[in-house]
Nanobody
Framework: QVQLAESGGGSVQAGGSLRLSCTAS????????MGWIRQAPGKEREGVSC????????VYLDSVKGRFTISRDNAKNTLYLQMNSLKPEDTAMYYC??????????????????WGQGTQVTVSS
């Protein structure tokens, strides 16, 4: 059974930092492209960043470029999202998502096949 477990969310003031983690089990982590997806209240889910199975390729949403960094440690089956210079508009539930490499490569949330339960990030002004 595939499980993706996010952690690291919380409440911070604008300008602060958080590091999200996602630990995967039940799948060959190194064979999967991974993504971070967020959903703010009343809004649709939007892809924040994705990373290829070997970590060599990454994509970022324009609004987080230069502030967020995605990374992964395949030996630990763990995905990360370092978030710096946080803004109130970054407030959302953040989900990690997985899709088998070679089948999908996009920030669009629709193509991901496995999802975690999410971790809440709240940024106050």
């Amino acid at each position: 059974q595939v499980q993706l477990a996010e952690s690291g969310g919380g409440s911070v003031q604008a300008g602060g930092s958080l590091r999200l983690s996602c630990t995967a089990s039940g799948l060959p982590f190194g064979d999967y492209n991974m993504g971070w997806i967020r959903q703010a209240p009343g809004k649709e889910r939007e892809g924040v960043s994705c990373i290829s199975r070997n970590g060599r390729s990454t994509v970022y949403l324009d609004s987080v470029k230069g502030r967020f960094t995605i990374s992964r440690d395949n030996a630990k089956n763990t995905l990360y999202l370092q978030m710096n210079s946080l803004k109130p508009e970054d407030t959302a539930m953040y989900y990690c998502a997985a899709v088998r490499s070679g089948t999908y490569w996009s920030l669009n949330p629709r193509g991901y096949t496995h999802w975690g339960q999410g971790t809440q990030v709240t940024v106050s002004s």
